[in-house]
């Protein structure tokens, strides 16, 4: 059960476009479309931005969206905005347990 | 609206135990299962397991296995964990979550800060 691989850190200027990728193995991610993306901010708990790989909860901004190729998620933020600064864990479901992914810093320049 | 909020920070010392509670408001307690996850310091989340809340049946992740306890009080819509004989590498905050779905985790607490130290 390691955790799903995604780059340390991503960055961009506010209005740009970022992608975060979250790759696993056909156990987990490429075996269930069930991943999650969540965002958290320092001190606080964490927040749920996408799941079913595409679906946004009422109140995310369309801004954020997701997509699933083979064994890699990915989550985009377009229209970056200062207030995206924080962390990002993707998650999926693998079976009877769930796995996190190793986190990304997203830095708004 | 739904609500989770956990207990206090605990500072304990090596050896001794902690019991961190998770109070749910807001929803039908029992239609849900709440889960578990781990945040060590300047560290990434790791899923620490889930309680079913209808059958009270724990289900623990690798590594959670042995001195992590997870229980329910249906009558309170509380979920507890139970951390025995504590180790330094246990301080972290622990967060309670609701699963709206599979891996889809909706509601959070605010957190429990665990310092295990001397």
């Known amino acids: 059960q390691s955790a799903l691989t995604q780059p340390r850190s991503v960055s961009g200027s506010p209005g740009q476009s970022i992608a975060i990728s979250c790759t696993g193995t056909?156990?987990?991610?490429?075996?269930?479309?069930?991943v999650s993306w969540y965002q958290q901010h320092p001190g606080k708990a964490p927040r749920l931005m996408i799941y079913d790989v595409t679906k946004r909860p009422s109140g995310v901004p369309d801004r954020f969206s997701g997509s699933k190729s083979g064994n890699t998620a990915s989550l985009t933020i377009s229209g970056l905005q200062a207030e995206d600064e924080a962390d990002y864990y993707c998650c999926s479901n693998a079976g009877w347990y769930s796995i996190f992914g190793t986190g990304t810093k997203v830095t708004v320049l | 609206q739904v609500q989770v909020v956990q207990s206090g920070s605990e500072l304990k010392k090596p050896g001794t135990s902690v019991k961190v509670s998770c109070k749910a408001s807001?929803?039908?307690?029992?239609?849900?299962?709440m889960n578990w996850v781990r945040q060590a310091p300047g560290q990434g989340l790791e899923w620490m397991g889930w309680?079913?809340?209808?059958?009270?049946?724990?289900t623990y992740a690798q590594g959670f296995t042995g001195r992590f306890v997870f229980s329910l009080d249906t009558s309170v819509s509380t979920a507890y964990l139970q951390i025995i004989s504590l180790r330094a590498e246990d301080t972290a905050v622990y967060y309670c979550?609701?699963?709206?779905?599979?891996?889809?985790?909706?509601?959070w607490g605010q957190g429990t800060l665990v310092t295990v130290s001397s």
């Open positions: 056909s156990s987990d991610v490429g075996g269930y479309n069930y």
């Open positions: 979550t609701r699963d709206g779905a599979l891996a889809t985790y909706d509601y």
């Open positions: 309680i079913n809340s209808k059958t009270g049946k724990p």
């Open positions: 807001g929803y039908t307690f029992t239609s849900y299962s």
